[in-house]
């Protein structure tokens, strides 16, 4: 039996982290919520390929959206408890960053 | 500062990493020295892709080739110390993946 067929999960847990600066936005997350502006200027990305990478990570259940009703609106984004669960994972990756990349 | 500026090597190893097959290509090997045909049988991928995908975790250090001068000649891939040390990042997916993927 292939690796694929025992482990759909993980293929598909792999495509999902690893899409392009999926991992930086869950990263960045990690610290506390943050406002779009804030993620925005923080990654060499385009506000339209942002947002879209969120909007992907809400429907994965991996970030919530947050309105607060202010003037100005305020609008934060945060990790859900899924989202959260992906700080070992995270943190793996960049302790061996930091161990094995110059 | 950027998150980027900060982690310029954690935005090297998600990409690294992240790359399509390269994640599966390394859970295989943890689990130990595999040849070619083996690892070509246990992914949905093209000879031509998984050659390209270890040839550039050779380039990387992730993963050793090693030629056993037998008849015929076997070729076996193997990870190395930098290679092994992402044991903890993909554990930590998989174990992620169990808990959040259906």
Redesign the interface.
């Given at each position: 039996m292939?690796?694929?067929e025992l482990?759909p999960?993980?293929?598909?847990?792999?495509?999902l982290?690893?899409?392009?600066w999926?991992?930086?936005i869950i990263?960045?997350l990690l610290d506390g919520p943050k406002r779009f502006s804030e993620m925005e200027?923080?990654?060499?990305v385009s506000g339209r390929l942002l947002s879209e990478r969120l909007k992907e990570l809400e429907k994965e259940g991996v970030v919530a959206r947050k309105v607060y009703e202010e003037a100005p609106v305020r609008v934060e984004y945060t990790l859900t408890s899924?989202g959260e669960?992906?700080k070992?994972?995270?943190?793996?990756?960049?302790?061996?960053?930091?161990?094995?990349?110059?």
């Amino acid at each position: 039996m292939s690796e694929v067929e025992l482990c759909p999960r993980l293929s598909k847990a792999m495509d999902l982290i690893g899409k392009r600066w999926t991992g930086l936005i869950i990263y960045q997350l990690l610290d506390g919520p943050k406002r779009f502006s804030e993620m925005e200027s923080a990654l060499p990305v385009s506000g339209r390929l942002l947002s879209e990478r969120l909007k992907e990570l809400e429907k994965e259940g991996v970030v919530a959206r947050k309105v607060y009703e202010e003037a100005p609106v305020r609008v934060e984004y945060t990790l859900t408890s899924k989202g959260e669960g992906l700080k070992a994972a995270i943190d793996g990756i960049e302790q061996w960053s930091k161990v094995w990349l110059s």
